[in-house]
């Protein structure tokens, strides 16, 4: 069963432009971790933000932020003041203790930033 | 501190070769996970390891795919033999301990061409 849905295959946005990437997610377990990567044209998997789901306040890391929605179950990545460089393919992940602490990924978001 | 190594970085082979990848993981970390992506299946979870064994291997293509973890700081994935539709990037990515809150750590990637 699918785990992580994210429904934008593309985003486009304006450079300095703030942007929401959606990611819903789906689990039984009360303790999980919420995780956005970021993958570049050069192709490497870069970490950039975590929520727990016990965590009260959204998380942010720099121009990263997470909204996230636990009723909803979903953990939005917003970027903020976009640069040419967030163009990137990026991907929504969780961990969950009760599935053996794998992690599970969407389909990713492919971001363009447009100058 | 050093990432995940993963060597090769490229690969070109014929069809019938054997392929071995291998992947050093972050120093303290004892989950190592191996993922294919393609452009047409995404990012699939192949096997991973926690203390060196193999917990969950349901994702491995069939038998001509194996991989081991012989001791804390190393691990390789073997194809043999190499069919051309086994192309793709291979990545290898660790965590430190179980738990929702630790995120995997990826290295670069290798990328295979069967031809």
């Known amino acids: 069963a699918q785990k992580i849905t994210q429904t934008q295959p593309g985003m486009f946005v304006q450079e300095k432009e703030a942007v929401t990437l959606d990611c819903t997610y789906d689990?039984?377990?009360?303790?999980?971790?919420l995780f956005w990567y970021k993958q570049p044209s050069s192709g490497e998997m870069i970490f950039l933000i975590y929520?727990?789901?016990?965590?009260?306040q959204n998380a942010t890391e720099g121009r990263y932020s997470l909204n996230f929605q636990k009723a909803r179950k979903s953990a939005n990545l917003v970027i903020s003041a976009s640069q040419l460089g967030d163009s990137a393919m990026y991907f929504c992940?969780?961990?969950?203790?009760?599935?053996?602490?794998?992690?599970?990924f969407g389909t990713g978001t492919s971001l363009t930033v447009i100058p | 501190d050093a990432g995940v190594i993963q060597s090769p970085r490229h690969e070109v082979t014929e069809m019938g070769q054997e392929v071995t990848l291998r992947c050093k993981p972050i120093?303290?970390?004892?989950?190592l996970f191996w993922y294919r992506q393609t452009m047409m299946r995404g990012l699939e979870l192949l096997i991973y390891?926690?203390?060196?064994?193999?917990?969950?291997d349901s994702g491995m293509p069939e038998d001509r795919f194996s991989a081991k973890m012989p001791n804390a700081s190393f691990s390789t994935l073997k194809i043999q033999p190499s069919e051309p539709r086994d192309s793709a990037v291979y990545f290898c990515?660790?965590?430190?301990?179980?738990?929702?809150?630790?995120?995997?750590?990826f290295g670069d990637g290798t990328r295979l061409s069967i031809l």
């Open positions: 990515a660790s965590s430190f301990r179980s738990g929702p809150n630790q995120p995997q750590h």
């Open positions: 689990t039984s377990d009360p303790s999980y971790g």
């Open positions: 929520q727990g789901s016990y965590d009260q």
């Open positions: 120093s303290g970390h004892d989950y």
């Open positions: 390891f926690n203390n060196n064994v193999p917990i969950d």
């Open positions: 992940a969780m961990r969950a203790t009760n599935t053996g602490n794998q992690f599970y």
